[in-house]
């Protein structure tokens, strides 16, 4: 599989800020999903995303399936401290199987 | 609880000596996969089953080995053939192979050299 090209690598950020983050692959995906890991645990399933422009929130968190079905955007808004982790897109291609991954964004929240 | 239970939490490997890691999932799930991650990268496929009786090899199988004798349990044992074992090991587990449903994963298990 391809590995995603996700950006930017890490953020540093203050209490309360917006965070972006987005996530491009090589070819047309029919699924893109965010995880968030924290250390020493599994990712932790945030949004999933399934048709062209689709647009989805969970709480604070909000995920977009690029048009070109070639890319994810996730925000995050008025962040936290407990936002800190590493967040990680990954996608299916048409004809794939395996989820292919992103290297993921470190995000550090100061209070 | 319903989820995805791998075991050990932390594992240590001798030179020339395979060790087998654990999952089990009680969510009825059909497919299983094992990823392998390393410092500041994303995860990388190593083994993936999309039925009982059935795997196919990922990205980076070498040196590895699986079994899915029950539908529930995806062992993988890090033979000594794979050189360079020191890593973060996550084991997932979706409604169905080769469909659009989100794999789950469990807390994983850190496997270091002695």
């Known amino acids: 599989g391809q590995q995603l090209n996700q950006s930017p690598q890490s953020m540093f950020i203050q209490e309360g800020e917006d965070v972006s983050m987005n996530c491009t692959s090589s070819?047309?995906?029919?699924?893109w999903l965010w995880y968030k890991q924290d250390p020493g645990e599994g990712p932790v399933l945030l949004i999933a995303?399934?048709?062209?422009?689709e647009l989805t929130s969970n709480g604070r968190l909000t995920a977009q399936f690029g048009i070109t079905r070639k890319d994810s955007f996730l925000n995050i808004s008025a962040s936290i401290p407990s936002d800190v982790g590493i967040y990680f897109c990954?996608?299916?291609?048409?004809?794939?199987?395996?989820?292919?991954f992103g290297k993921g964004t470190s995000l550090l929240v100061t209070p | 609880d319903g989820g995805i239970t791998q075991s050990p939490k932390y594992l240590f490997r001798k030179e020339g000596q395979n060790v087998t890691l654990s999952c089990e999932q009680n969510l009825n799930h059909d497919a299983m996969y094992w990823y392998r991650q390393d410092p500041g990268q994303g995860l990388r496929l190593i083994y993936y089953?999309?039925?009982?009786?059935?795997?196919q090899k990922g990205d980076i199988a070498e040196g590895y080995s699986v079994s899915r004798e029950k539908k529930e349990s995806f062992p993988l044992t890090v033979t000594s053939a794979q050189k360079n074992p020191t890593a973060f090991y996550l084991c997932a587990s979706s409604i169905g192979g080769g469909s659009s449903q989100p794999q789950h994963f469990g807390d994983g298990t850190r496997l270091s050299i002695l």
């Open positions: 995303l399934y048709k062209a422009g």
């Open positions: 990954a996608g299916r291609e048409n004809s794939g199987y395996a989820l292919n």
């Open positions: 070819s047309i995906f029919n699924t």
């Open positions: 089953s999309q039925i009982v009786n059935d795997f």
